[in-house]
Structures are given as C-alpha cells and as structure tokens.
C-alpha cells in the first residue's frame, strides 16, 4: 500500500502514552486473581466492578473504574493466575448503570 494517496495512513513520528492527562486520584492499581476453572478476559472499557465473578479483587475500590488498557484490547487471566493491573478512572460522573443486576 503507497504511503500517499486515498487510503493513506499518516502517523506523526513519536509515541503516544495513554491517559497520560490522568491525575493521581483518577489511577488505581489492582491485584486480581482468577478464582474460577476458566480463562476470563477484561475488555478495555468494562467497569470493573462487572467484571466475571470468578475474579477477585477489590470491587468496591475499582468502582467507577476500568483498565489502563489500549481500546479494543482486553487482558486475559488464566485460572489460579493474579496479576497486578493498572486502571483509570471513567470520565463524567463515573456511573455504569444497567450492566449487570447482582443478586445476594
């Protein structure tokens, strides 16, 4: 594919680091383990807190947050596998209403 003409990707030189507007209180770090006997994957704009129930972690501090993760991608946790992650906040009023109804 040519460099020019219709179709052309044009990238500006350099690298782009995501988030980086982010301050402190909007990251967060997490350890989450999967408790369950199957590979579970987190996409990239899930609230955390809805995540499979088979992951542990810190549910309530992870509220109104999601994965510090390239859109369109997801991180995969292997059963009996943790892994500490990076998080950020949702932007607004960080509510995620209607996504899943938990029972208990």
Sequence with gaps: MSAEGPGAVRVAPGTIEL???RTP???LRLV???TGDRPVQIGSHLHLPDANSALAFDREAAEGFRLDIPAGTSQRFEPGASRE???VSLRGRR???GLQVKHG
């Design 95 to 97: 509510v995620v209403p």
């Design 25 to 27: 209180s909007e990251r």
């Design 85 to 87: 992650v990076a998080a």
């Design 19 to 21: 988030n980086a507007d």
């Design 32 to 34: 989450i383990l999967n």
